[in-house]
């Protein structure tokens, strides 16, 4: 069974340019969460989805982050404008359903200079 | 979600069992107790969860003491490849609340 897709891998950009990061969840997973992950610390979320709609973004910094799932398949993450703070590693993880095991991505390393 | 106390690192010896505890004494009645960890640079693995009875997996032994106050992940045969930071986690719904782990080192 393939697991969590995520691209790019590793992402280097200027502050204040935009950025995306893609997901496909494995087959059949309902829900999709987005975590962002910086240095040291442990994953913290920032939105849940359960098919294409929104369960959880209340840590999204709405002001600068979007996401998105619209066919409740694949999913993107997007800033714009990028902040210094934002170089963390972003995860997607998805369950079959909103109670069951999480499983995570590779993950996208940003790098904001 | 209840949260979560861990020592900050470890040490095991190859070979040996390692034997990693958490204390949740807030957990509800409904909370399980998951264990999770990563390995520098990968996304976090799943490893084990409970709610009431210890369980048992090709990865690991999960021991939660009676009154569910605490829990203990075993590792039975510990190997240089299970170095890594372990983030035990009380969850109901939606997302994952991680700590800061435990980093435990495999010593050769």
């Known amino acids: 069974e393939a697991g969590v897709a995520q691209s790019p891998r590793y992402k280097i950009i200027e502050k204040r340019q935009s950025v995306a990061f893609w997901c496909n969840p494995i087959?059949?997973?309902?829900?999709l969460y987005w975590y962002q992950q910086i240095l040291g610390q442990g994953p913290k979320l920032l939105i849940q989805f359960q098919n294409n709609g929104v369960v959880d973004d209340s840590q999204l910094p709405k002001d600068r982050f979007s996401a998105e799932r619209l066919k409740g398949v694949d999913s993107t993450l997007k800033i714009q404008p990028a902040k210094l703070e934002d170089s963390a590693v972003y995860l997607c993880a998805s369950s079959f359903w909103g109670r069951d095991t999480q499983y995570f991505g590779p993950g996208t390393r940003l790098t904001v200079l | 979600d209840a949260k979560t106390t861990q020592p900050t690192s470890m040490d095991c010896a190859e070979g040996r069992a390692a034997n990693l505890p958490c204390n949740h004494s807030?957990?509800?009645?409904?909370?399980?107790v998951y264990w999770y960890r990563q390995i520098h640079s990968q996304g976090p693995q799943y490893i084990i969860h409970g709610l009431k009875n210890n369980e048992t997996n090709e990865m690991a032994s999960l021991i939660i003491t009676e009154d569910r106050k605490s829990s203990t992940l075993i590792l039975p045969h510990a190997t240089l490849r299970d170095t890594a930071v372990y983030y035990c986690?009380?969850?109901?719904?939606?997302?994952?609340?991680f700590g800061k782990g435990t980093h435990l080192i495999i010593q050769p």
């Open positions: 807030t957990i509800s009645g409904n909370e399980y």
């Open positions: 986690i009380v969850w109901s719904a939606d997302g994952l609340t």
């Open positions: 087959s059949g997973h309902a829900t």
